[in-house]
């Protein structure tokens, strides 16, 4: 299969950041709790730690605190991080990519289907980071802050197009992580399904690896096995055979729209990893068949956009939310399909 597998299954979208506990044992000596975390996490700098006390990312006994908080026997603290950085070459290339804000502190970007967005081993150019690498050392000031490379807070699969926010700063980036760890993002997708479908529904079952193929991801919707997972969507528009809905994210795993709409019977149209590439519904008439082939031809994968946006700006605390518009294949492909259902 293509290297898209081993960056997206690499690491899942909420392992971009991790969540400690520590609990202080009954002897513990009263120290701050910098140099506390500091004894415990050794991979991990007191300016880090600073920067994530400092955007409230530390807790003791559920209450935020500073840098200086003493730490005091048997004290539970708590603390939210970016997850370490693979060390990759980053390689910057003048890829066109569509910015739709920046500021000192972050991006965000309308992502093309059929772009990987991160480099893996062996796979170290062509992908969104590499546009961004090239596109932030040419910028005509230096962001203030820079830590050096951009910093990817969620990610969306190679042939899901749309919206993603990518930090410039440490403190960006660490603010950002607890607003997805904590779930106060919003995200919204639209998605074109086999099938018809109630007007709103949830989907919900853990989400692990494939026990029949690594590869993929499977729905495990009995016992501890897997990640909890849940998918809101409502329907938009049906036409026919197919159905476009609209998903709301309660959380963020490995392929999770993708995965749980195969897990209720209707997979994503086009989807060529979990099902969506056969003639699920409809006709059987070679006109017919014609018909979705050519449909088939106007995507390179799943159809999925990741269609709006919002997060709290960290610097300033101001609201932002962001609207996209489909992608030409995918708005074509729309297309087609009213025209179908007109017809019939």
């Not at 559920?62 to 200086?68: L, Y």
């Not at 203030?144 to 969306?156: A, C, E, M, N, S």
């Amino acid at each position: 299969m293509e290297e898209d597998f081993s960056e997206d299954l690499s690491v899942e979208e909420e392992e971009l950041f991790e969540h400690h506990r520590f609990k202080a044992d009954p002897g513990q000596e009263i120290i701050r709790i910098d140099k506390y975390l500091m004894d415990r996490m050794s991979n991990t700098s007191r300016n880090k730690i600073q920067v994530a006390a400092k955007n409230g990312n530390i807790h003791v006994n559920g209450k935020s605190v500073k840098q200086n908080y003493k730490v005091k026997p048997s004290d539970e603290v708590s603390i939210v991080l970016p997850y370490p950085v693979r060390e990759l070459k980053l390689i910057p290339q003048d890829i066109p990519i569509d910015i739709v804000y920046e500021d000192e502190d972050l991006l965000v970007v309308n992502k093309p289907a059929n772009m990987v967005v991160h480099p893996g081993y062996g796979n170290y150019k062509d992908t969104l980071v590499n546009a961004l690498v090239f596109h932030i050392d040419n910028l005509p000031k230096p962001p203030k802050d820079y830590f050096g490379r951009p910093g990817l807070v969620h990610r969306i699969d190679k042939h899901t197009s749309g919206l993603l926010v990518i930090a410039k700063t440490e403190l960006a980036l660490t603010d950002l992580a607890k607003q997805f760890y904590d779930r106060t993002t919003q995200r919204l997708y639209h998605a074109l399904v086999w099938g018809d479908l109630p007007d709103e529904g949830t989907i919900k079952g853990n989400l692990a690896r494939s026990l029949k193929n690594r590869k993929v991801m499977a729905v495990f919707p009995e016992g501890d096995y897997g990640k909890y997972a849940v998918t809101h969507y409502r329907v938009l528009e049906r036409f026919g055979p197919v159905t476009l809905v609209e998903c709301k994210l309660e959380t963020g795993r490995t392929h999770q729209i993708r995965v749980h709409f195969q897990y209720l019977g209707n997979p994503l149209f086009n989807d060529p990893e979990y099902g969506g590439t056969k003639i699920l519904k409809g006709m059987n008439t070679a006109t017919y068949k014609k018909f979705v082939e050519n449909c088939f031809e106007l995507i390179p994968g799943q159809a999925l956009h990741a269609k709006t946006l919002g997060f709290i700006q960290p610097t300033t605390r101001i609201n932002l939310q962001f609207d996209s518009t489909m992608p030409q294949g995918f708005s074509d492909l729309l297309e087609r399909w009213r025209n179908y259902a007109q017809s019939k």
